[in-house]
C-alpha cells in the first residue's frame, strides 16, 4: 500500500518557466513533509521540508505547498534552471515516536534549455 | 571525506550468496536507516536503527539482516541472494525524520 505517492513519473519544463512537482498522501499521521533531489550515481539530498502547521514553505526558487485537507503537497521550482534535471522524491514522516522517512515514488524532472 | 560512506559501490554477485554491504558515517546521529531503490517504486525502508541497541525492521526486511556494530556503523546483509534483490541500495542517517536524512552515494548491487 503506497502511502505516498508521485503520480508523474516525468515531467519536461522549458528553462526559466514553472515546474510543478505534484505529491498525494493517505496517511492523515504525517506530520512533517520533504522533498529529495536525487542525481544520478548519488544518493539524494534534501531540499526543503515543510511541518504540517504550515501551508507554504520558501526557500529561494523553491516552495513547497501542503494542503492537509485535500493530502497533497507540491513543489514549485521557479525559474527553472538545467541544473534542476534530476529526480525528485517527496517523503512524510509521522514526527515523534514514528520519525522514519515514507518516500514516495519519485518524478524525473527534465529541464529543456 | 563524505559524511555517509557506502562499501561496495557496486558489486555483481551470485545467486545463493551471502554478501554484506557497509556504511558508516561522520555525522555523529544516533538514527541509521538502510534503504533500497527500484524503478518505478521509489524508496523503501528495509531496516533502520535510532541507537546501537535498537534495530527494526522496515516495510521490506525479507531476506535481509542488519549489524549495528557502533553508532556510525550500519551494514546490511543479504543471506542468499536472489535476482529480485538487484538493486540501488542506500543508507542514510538522521539525527531527526523531520530534520531530512543524509544519504550515502549507494551501492549497486547486481545478483545473477
Known amino acids: 500500500d503506497q502511502q505516498v505517492k508521485q503520480n508523474s513519473p516525468s515531467l519536461s519544463v522549458q528553462e526559466g518557466r514553472i515546474s510543478i512537482l505534484n505529491c498525494d498522501y493517505t496517511n492523515s499521521m504525517f506530520d512533517y513533509f520533504l522533498w529529495y533531489k536525487k542525481y544520478p550515481a548519488e544518493g539524494p539530498t534534501f531540499l526543503i521540508s515543510?511541518?504540517?502547521?504550515?501551508d507554504k514553505n520558501e526557500d529561494g526558487r523553491f516552495t513547497v505547498f501542503l494542503n492537509k485537507s485535500a493530502k497533497h503537497l507540491s513543489l514549485h521550482i521557479v525559474p527553472s534552471q538545467p541544473g534542476d534535471s534530476a529526480v525528485y522524491f517527496c517523503a512524510a514522516s509521522g514526527g515523534f515516536g514514528n520519525e522514519k522517512l515514507t518516500f514516495g515514488t519519485g518524478t524525473r524532472l527534465t529541464i529543456i534549455p | 571525506d563524505a559524511d555517509v560512506t557506502q562499501t561496495p559501490r557496486n558489486r555483481i554477485t551470485k545467486t545463493g550468496k551471502r554478501i554484506m554491504l557497509e556504511c558508516s558515517q561522520t555525522k555523529g546521529h544516533d538514527r541509521m536507516y538502510w534503504y533500497r531503490q527500484d524503478p518505478g517504486l521509489g524508496l523503501r525502508l528495509i531496516y533502520y536503527?535510532?541507537?546501537?541497541?535498537?534495530?527494526n525492521k522496515g516495510e521490506i526486511s525479507d531476506g535481509y539482516s542488519v549489524s549495528r556494530q557502533a553508532q556510525a556503523k550500519f551494514s546490511l546483509s543479504l543471506e542468499s541472494a536472489i535476482p529480485n534483490q538487484t538493486a540501488l541500495y542506500f543508507c542514510?542517517?538522521?539525527?531527526?525524520?523531520?530534520?531530512?536524512?543524509?544519504f550515502g552515494s549507494g551501492t549497486r548491487l547486481t545478483v545473477v
Open positions: 536503527s535510532f541507537d546501537v541497541k535498537d534495530i
Open positions: 515543510i511541518s504540517s502547521i504550515k
Open positions: 542514510a542517517t538522521s539525527e531527526r525524520g523531520w530534520y531530512g536524512y543524509t
